[in-house]
């Protein structure tokens, strides 16, 4: 199975300040098709997982301008340019290349 | 809008069995892959299991194949996870999902019950 590494597992933010979260895949996502196979999820407190960005760079309807996702081969980065309070919780990459598609650990990110 | 709603939970003994389900509504169910994904208290999330449109293709983690089995009901817009053999690892949430687009396998998870809890104790 391929291994997803996130770092850092905690992150307390302070609002209005940026914010970044890396994801490592223990193999390239790159498919034949020249797509990149990556997601990330947030999971707010008490809440089911919500899709945040697909395909390593796409926002999801409904999310705000503020996250953004990029990356390529095997290292992936989540950016929020300014954190609010309501993006507390946790975050996870998930990559899709093969089956069966894995998660990273989470990152839980928490007001300072 | 779209609603997945879980139901089956609940309290069973090391080797026994349940039935989940997952009712969906505010979409065409048929057109959809639909996947359970769980999740261990305090835990990450782990995928289990998907099933294609028609019910015809089926794919398991490695920790449940031979023991889960899912399937689905188009008419009846429902997707169904028989859990067999139960063992205390395998107590978690289960969340059953719905991609953003019709050619999405498993993945872009836009859509997604509130989850059902499964403890497996004895």
């Known amino acids: 199975d391929i291994v997803m590494t996130q770092s850092p597992l905690s992150l307390p933010v302070t609002p209005g300040e940026p914010a970044s979260i890396s994801c490592r895949s223990s193999?390239?996502?790159?498919?034949?098709?020249?797509?990149?196979?990556l997601d990330w999820y947030l999971q707010k407190p008490g809440q089911s997982p919500q899709l945040l960005i697909y395909m390593v760079s796409n926002r999801a309807s409904g999310v705000p301008d503020r996250f953004s996702g990029s990356g390529s081969g095997t290292d992936f980065t989540l950016q929020i340019s300014r954190v609010e309070a309501e993006d507390v919780g946790v975050y996870y990459c998930?990559?899709?290349?093969?089956?069966?598609?894995?998660f990273g650990q989470g990152t839980k990110v928490e007001i300072k | 809008q779209v609603q997945l709603v879980e139901s089956g939970g609940g309290s069973v003994k090391p080797g026994g069995s349940l039935r989940l389900s997952c009712a969906a509504s505010g979409f065409s169910f048929s057109d959809y892959y639909m996947s359970w994904i769980r999740q261990a208290p305090g835990k990450g999330l782990e995928w289990i299991s998907c099933?294609?449109?028609?019910?015809?293709?089926?794919l398991y983690a490695d920790s449940v194949k031979g023991r889960f089995t899912i399937s689905r009901d188009n008419a009846k817009k429902s997707l169904y996870l028989q859990m067999n053999t139960l063992r205390d690892e395998d107590t978690a949430v289960y969340y059953c999902?719905?991609?953003?687009?019709?050619?999405?396998?498993?993945?872009?998870?836009?859509?997604w019950g509130q989850g059902t809890l499964v403890t497996v104790s004895s």
């Open positions: 099933i294609e449109r028609s019910g015809s293709i089926m």
């Open positions: 193999q390239s996502l790159l498919h034949g098709n020249g797509n990149i196979h």
């Open positions: 999902a719905r991609p953003m687009h019709t050619t999405s396998w498993y993945n872009d998870f836009q859509h």
């Open positions: 998930m990559q899709f290349l093969q089956t069966p598609p894995t």
